[in-house]
């Protein structure tokens, strides 16, 4: 079974920049989560989508980022513009459903460094 | 709301002794809890779950983790440390809702050393 999968692995831009980030899920996983994870901090979740609609974004910083799920597979991440605190990595998962019980599979996450 | 407290930031056992890895939590209701663990450069793996049955849980590679309710506690054991453990573990809570998000803590890196 394929895991999640995410890219780019690793991002270098300029503040002020824009940088979108793509993910896809495990097939038939109908919740996908957004993490942020900087240096040293566990995992911090952004948004949380159930099929395509979003369950949870009350920690997503809505001036800058955006997400949406379209078609309830794929998800694609944007931030615009970049800060320099935006600068850790951006962790997809998935799970089969939003229960607490369910579990998450984690993709290899997107490094970015903002500069 | 819930919290989760790692204690130590960092943890060096010997390669063959006890590790453990000290998580404590905070819930104003039942709560499920997780273990996970982060190699370089990866995305976490699920150790182990708790999720009110059992209250000593079994996980990979040798891991488990008893809930203490009277001390709001999940510390993570493994009898034996081996090399290939040498990675960042993630405690993480969650409540019993039907969308319910988890909440991680700050982390604890374990070095095994020879």
């Known amino acids: 079974e394929a895991g999640v999968a995410q890219s780019p692995r690793y991002k270098i831009i300029e503040k002020r920049q824009s940088v979108a980030f793509w993910c896809n899920p495990i097939s038939g996983h109908a919740t996908l989560y957004w993490y942020q994870q900087i240096l040293g901090q566990g995992p911090k979740l952004l948004i949380q989508f159930q099929n395509n609609g979003v369950v949870d974004d009350s920690q997503l910083p809505k001036d800058r980022f955006s997400a949406e799920r379209l078609k309830g597979v794929d998800s694609t991440l944007k931030i615009q513009p970049a800060k320099l605190e935006d600068s850790a990595v951006y962790l997809c998962?998935?799970?089969?459903?939003?229960?607490?019980?369910?579990?998450?599979?984690f993709g290899p996450g997107t490094r970015l460094t903002v500069t | 709301a819930q919290s989760v407290t790692q204690l130590g930031s960092h943890v060096s056992v010997s390669e063959g002794a006890l590790v453990l890895l000290r998580c404590n939590y905070s819930s104003s209701v039942p709560p499920y809890l997780f273990w996970y663990v982060q190699y370089p450069n990866q995305g976490l793996q699920l150790l182990l779950k708790?999720?009110?049955?059992?209250?000593l849980v079994k996980g990979i590679n040798g891991f488990e983790a008893e809930f203490k309710k009277s001390e709001t506690s999940f510390h993570l054991t493994k009898p034996s440390a081996h090399m290939s453990d040498a990675a960042e573990y993630f405690c993480?809570?969650?409540?019993?809702?039907?969308?319910?998000?988890?909440?991680f803590g700050t982390g604890t890196r374990l070095q095994v050393t020879l």
């Open positions: 998962a998935s799970s089969l459903g939003p229960s607490g019980s369910y579990e998450q599979y």
């Open positions: 708790y999720t009110s049955a059992a209250t």
């Open positions: 993480a809570v969650t409540d019993t809702g039907t969308a319910s998000k988890l909440t």
